[in-house]
């Protein structure tokens, strides 16, 4: 007699861009834009969020300090160092007011397990 054994195995998933960081506008209109990023363990050494709001819009203040503006494009840059597992947020004063729904970021990084680059689109 043949006795057959199964084995199961719980399967490996690679880690996606969501396992490592998520998040949310906490505001996405008017001229106060908020996003915050859930950052998970083991957390990625550097972030780049890219926010992108309409053309010509002037930003008057950001929290963290950004690293780049296009103005004509509407993309704001952020490399954010040594980030650390919990609660980034991202702040910034507009010089008008923007109805809903002209915002998205992107944020970009590297899986310290695997090496990868990892991206992440963020909607109001």
């Not at 998970?40 to 050494?45: E, V």
Request: proline share 9%; aromatic share 4%; charged share 25%.
């Amino acid at each position: 007699m043949l006795l057959l054994a199964c084995v199961t195995l719980p399967a490996v998933r690679p880690a996606s861009a969501r396992d490592l960081v998520s998040g949310r506008y906490i505001s996405s209109a008017g001229k106060n834009i908020v996003l915050d990023l859930d950052v998970k363990g083991p957390s990625p050494s550097n972030l780049i969020v890219h926010q992108f709001l309409p053309a010509e819009v002037d930003i008057t203040g950001s929290s963290p300090a950004y690293m780049k503006f296009d103005k004509k494009r509407g993309k704001v840059q952020w490399l954010i160092k040594n980030v650390q597992p919990g609660r980034v947020r991202i702040s910034m004063e507009l010089s008008e007011p923007l109805p809903p729904g002209l915002v998205r970021a992107e944020v970009r990084c590297r899986d310290q397990e695997t090496g990868r680059m990892m991206d992440i689109t963020i909607n109001p």
